[in-house]
Structure formats: C-alpha cells, structure tokens
C-alpha cells in the first residue's frame, strides 16, 4: 500500500447517472478530503475543442491543441468551480449536448493522456475522491479503496431526466434513456481506458438505494481504512 501525506486515494468509478458526483461530493466532505470529477474534466476538455473547431479526426491537431489547455478544479466560496483556460464553465459543461460530444472526444487518446498526468498529479498526495470511468483501473489502479458505483438504466435515465428538467432544459425520459444508453456503449466499447469495473472494486448497486444509504455505507468502509492505516483525517 502506498503512503501518501494527506491521505487514502478512493476511487469512485461507475457508469453515467450512478449518483457518483453527489456521492463524491459528500464522501469527500464528511471525510474532510478534495473531491476530483474527472469527468468534469473531460467536459472542460471537450468544450475547448469544440469551440476552437478542432476537427477530432486530426488527431495531431487534437494532440497540439491540449497541449495549451489549462482545465482546473477550483472551490470558491464552497462551490466547486471549473475553469477551462481560465474561464468559469461550470454551467456550460452540463447539458445534455456537452454529454453526448464529451463521451466522444473522451474516446480520443491525446485527450485521455493529457488528462491522465493532470489527474494524477492532482490526486498524488491523496486524501481525494476521485470519480470517474477508469480511476481504479488507469489513473490510480493503486487507490486503497476503489467503489464501482452502478444503477439500472431505467434509474439513472430517470434521474437524469429530473437533473435536466430542474436546469430548465427540456428532455423527455424516452430521449434520456437513448441518450443514456449511448454513452454507456461509446464508454465502455472504446480502446482505450474503457469505462470497467476493477478487480478489486466493491460494486454497489444504487437502483433502489437512497444516496444516505449509499453514502453511509461508503463512509464506513472508508473510514475503517483510514483508521487501520493509521492515517488521520
Ligand atoms: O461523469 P460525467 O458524465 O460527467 O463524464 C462525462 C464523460 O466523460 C463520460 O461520457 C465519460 C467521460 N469520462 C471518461 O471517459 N473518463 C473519466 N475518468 C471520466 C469521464
């Protein structure tokens, strides 16, 4: 096991719609950790590119333009702030659109590489929630708690649907669950870095799980960990 100076890396990986993110941000919080959405890195990444008009099957183009891309997770005032290039895209990165073509240049190996050393300089020192597709299996296959966190389709379509709704972008359920659905295909058939569960994750279901039971439970294992480390929180 490694030792590192602020803490236990957990990584939280599962499929779109699972309840990572608002599990992430509360794990990380009662446990007093740095909550990294690698996916809302991917979305920086994704946004940057579409509005340079970098045409994704150059991949030369693709590799150059990351090379000046600066994507950063920043709390202000108890929000978790995100900032492509230095601008605040937050919002911009969440809708039903942004999912969709982020799945897609997520696919695109200078994007996952780029991304792959800034994850893994941010989480080094650790005391971090990490979530995502392949923290578990690629970007720390040495975390020392890793949680497969999944739910039926029809569940994470649903909640999906209510996300959106509330954001004021109008989506049926039928075209949420196309939508669902798809991602899960380009996440999970693509070469590199496929969204999968690791060998040594702990899989939990949330389809019928309130996000108190999921969280409580994961708090425990996570702090049972900690304490049989010897790591202070
Ligand atoms: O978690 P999310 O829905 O915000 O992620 C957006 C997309 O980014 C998703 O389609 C998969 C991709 N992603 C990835 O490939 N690897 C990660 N570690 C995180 C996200």
Redesign the pocket.
């Known amino acids: 096991m490694p030792s590192r100076p602020d803490g236990i890396v957990i990584a939280i990986d599962g499929p779109?719609g699972a309840g990572?993110?608002t599990i992430a941000r509360l794990l990380a919080e009662r446990l007093g950790y740095i909550q990294i959405?690698?996916?809302?890195m991917?979305?920086a990444a994704a946004l940057l590119l579409s509005l340079a008009g970098v045409d994704l099957d150059d991949l030369a183009a693709v590799e150059q333009f990351c090379r000046t891309i600066d994507i950063r997770l920043e709390l202000e005032s108890g929000r978790q702030v995100v900032r492509a290039n230095g601008a605040d895209v937050t919002d911009k990165i969440r809708s039903a659109e942004m999912?969709l073509l982020?799945?897609l240049t997520?696919t695109l190996k200078p994007v996952r590489e780029a991304l792959l050393k800034a994850q893994q300089q941010m989480g080094s020192r650790g005391g971090v929630v990490l979530?995502?597709?392949?923290?578990g299996t690629v970007?720390f296959p040495d975390a020392e708690i890793k949680f497969y966190l999944s739910a039926s389709v029809a569940e994470r379509a649903r909640r999906r649907c209510e996300e959106l709704i509330s954001k004021g972008e109008p989506v049926s359920l039928a075209e949420t669950v196309a939508d669902v659905e798809k991602?899960d295909q380009?996440?999970s058939e693509r070469d590199i870095?496929p969204?999968r569960q690791a060998d040594d994750a702990l899989l939990i279901d949330s389809s019928h799980l309130s996000i108190d039971e999921v969280l409580s439970s994961m708090e425990a294992i996570c702090r049972k960990k900690i304490e049989n480390m010897g790591t202070t929180l």
């Open positions: 779109s990572k993110s959405d690698t996916g809302a991917f979305r999912s982020t799945s997520a979530e995502g597709r392949d923290i970007v991602r380009q996440d870095a969204l």
